[in-house]
């Protein structure tokens, strides 16, 4: 069984936001799949499908982004996994729209979401997936800038780098090691 868990806000106001690639991501992987996140549990929206002979569990924590790790932490206390069973998909300043970087451990680089998976699972290795948002404008604060949809000049490439990450979780639930999705798709 396979965790796959997005980051994002709940509610109307932050849907399509930048900090919201993590919740876009799932919902892309879901229609993919066939299935609906309609079920709830641990502060959480998720529903269930097979990739392969794999089970995965999609999962958009509920919680607000800063407190991601309260509603992370009772799945995998609950199904009794390792990190290793756990892939968390979110957005990266540090990357321009377009682009995906996989990691197997590292540490929050300043993501409150990431922080808080870290604090409540006690550890910085868990396989993630990142997508670039890219850097505030030069009269625009961080807050604003990833509380932003995207402009129309990146949507194009905002959805490239939406299928790549869909792509390279399909990937890593068919059985792959998580090594050699790195290799495949950074």
Same mark, same amino acid.
């Given at each position: 069984?396979? @965790?796959?868990? #997005?980051?994002?806000?709940?509610?109307?106001?932050?849907?399509?936001?930048? =900090? /919201?690639?993590?919740?876009?991501? +799932?919902?892309?992987?879901?229609?993919?799949?066939?299935?609906?996140?309609?079920?709830?549990?641990?502060?959480?929206?998720?529903?269930?499908?097979?990739?392969?002979?794999?089970?995965?569990?999609?999962?958009?924590?509920?919680?607000?982004?800063?407190?991601?790790?309260?509603?992370?932490?009772?799945?995998?206390?609950?199904?009794?996994?390792?990190?290793?069973?756990?892939?968390?998909?979110?957005?990266?300043?540090? @990357?321009?729209? #377009?682009?995906?970087?996989?990691?197997?451990?590292?540490?929050?680089?300043? =993501? /409150?979401?990431?922080?808080?998976? +870290?604090?409540?699972?006690?550890?910085?290795?868990?396989?993630?997936?990142?997508?670039?948002?890219?850097?505030?404008?030069?009269?625009?604060?961080?807050?604003?800038?990833?509380?932003?949809?995207?402009?129309?000049?990146?949507?194009?490439?905002?959805?490239?780098?939406?299928?790549?990450?869909?792509?390279?979780?399909?990937?890593?639930?068919?059985?792959?090691?998580?090594?050699?999705?790195?290799?495949?798709?950074?």
């Amino acid at each position: 069984m396979k @965790l796959i868990i #997005g980051l994002g806000n709940p509610g109307k106001k932050y849907e399509g936001t930048k =900090h /919201n690639i993590g919740f876009i991501t +799932i919902d892309e992987l879901a229609h993919q799949l066939g299935i609906t996140l309609n079920k709830s549990k641990f502060e959480s929206t998720y529903g269930e499908a097979r990739i392969g002979t794999e089970k995965v569990i999609l999962i958009k924590p509920q919680t607000f982004m800063n407190n991601s790790g309260r509603s992370v932490r009772p799945w995998l206390d609950y199904y009794d996994l390792s990190t290793d069973d756990v892939l968390v998909i979110y957005d990266d300043l540090d @990357l321009p729209v #377009g682009k995906v970087r996989l990691r197997e451990a590292g540490g929050s680089g300043g =993501h /409150n979401g990431i922080k808080s998976i +870290i604090n409540y699972l006690s550890s910085k290795t868990f396989n993630r997936i990142k997508i670039g948002i890219g850097r505030p404008y030069a009269e625009q604060t961080v807050i604003s800038h990833v509380m932003s949809t995207f402009p129309k000049e990146t949507h194009d490439d905002m959805l490239v780098a939406v299928r790549s990450a869909v792509d390279a979780t399909r990937f890593w639930a068919e059985g792959h090691p998580f090594p050699e999705t790195m290799s495949k798709f950074n």
